[in-house]
């Protein structure tokens, strides 16, 4: 599964999902006037909406409600499902420990409301020098507390275009790497 930002390049990325071998592929738009009526033969479309004002609203008419902003009220939220992008913030780390956005209060709450923590390779691959190494130890952080406390987690490309789209595989090689 990968999910993408569409900006009228929806038929780019579809082809592009196919050629990486990718089974289901979910369209995350801003605003739900903007979800197009798309269908594909080879991949299973679903169709989600990014930090909507009214989460509640949305439930029922899109797949999935993603949530990149304030962790706790998003994680409590009900109709949110994938929050992200936790640790991509520009508070100064703790002393001894990264300061990744999650922390063991969050990860129950994640565990007992059944959240999917989510992991953006975009975040990754655009960024360099230090602050990747920094972005790099807080996933690393938040994929051991996600474990310990039995979490579940995904990583996605949250690709624009289709050359930002990196296969499954990849993209969990990369995970796994890091949480060595």
Same mark, same amino acid.
Not at 3 to 11: A, C, L, R, S
Not at 55 to 81: C, F, H, T
Not at 143 to 156: A, N, S
């Given at each position: 599964?990968?999910?993408?930002?569409?900006?009228?390049? $929806?038929? $780019?990325?579809?082809?592009?999902?196919?050629?990486?071998?990718?089974?289901?592929?979910? #369209?995350?738009?801003?605003?739900?006037?903007?979800?197009?009526?798309?269908?594909?033969?080879?991949? &299973?479309?679903?169709?989600?909406?990014?930090?909507?004002?009214?989460?509640?609203?949305?439930?029922?008419?899109?797949?999935?409600?993603?949530?990149?902003?304030?962790?706790?009220?998003?994680?409590?939220?009900?109709?949110?499902?994938?929050?992200?992008?936790?640790?991509?913030?520009? $508070?100064?780390?703790?002393?001894? &420990?990264?300061?990744?956005?999650?922390? $063991?209060?969050?990860?129950?709450?994640?565990?007992?409301?059944?959240?999917?923590?989510?992991?953006?390779?975009?975040?990754?691959?655009?960024?360099?020098?230090? &602050?990747?190494?920094?972005?790099?130890?807080?996933?690393?952080?938040?994929?051991? #507390?996600?474990?310990?406390?039995?979490? &579940?987690?995904?990583?996605?490309?949250?690709?624009?275009?289709?050359?930002?789209?990196?296969?499954?595989?990849?993209?969990?090689?990369?995970?796994?790497?890091?949480?060595?």
């Amino acid at each position: 599964m990968d999910i993408v930002y569409p900006n009228g390049n $929806e038929k $780019e990325l579809i082809e592009m999902a196919k050629k990486l071998g990718i089974r289901e592929l979910i #369209l995350v738009y801003d605003d739900i006037r903007k979800i197009p009526k798309l269908s594909s033969d080879k991949i &299973q479309l679903k169709f989600g909406i990014l930090n909507p004002k009214n989460p509640q609203a949305m439930k029922g008419k899109v797949d999935y409600v993603l949530s990149s902003k304030n962790a706790r009220a998003s994680l409590e939220n009900p109709a949110i499902k994938i929050v992200f992008d936790m640790e991509k913030h520009e $508070e100064k780390d703790f002393t001894f &420990q990264r300061n990744s956005g999650l922390n $063991e209060v969050l990860c129950a709450i994640a565990k007992d409301k059944d959240k999917i923590i989510g992991f953006n390779f975009s975040n990754l691959l655009n960024t360099s020098g230090f &602050q990747r190494i920094k972005l790099l130890a807080r996933i690393k952080q938040n994929i051991e #507390l996600c474990k310990k406390y039995k979490v &579940q987690t995904i990583v996605f490309s949250f690709a624009k275009n289709e050359w930002d789209m990196r296969a499954e595989r990849d993209m969990k090689a990369v995970i796994d790497m890091i949480s060595l």
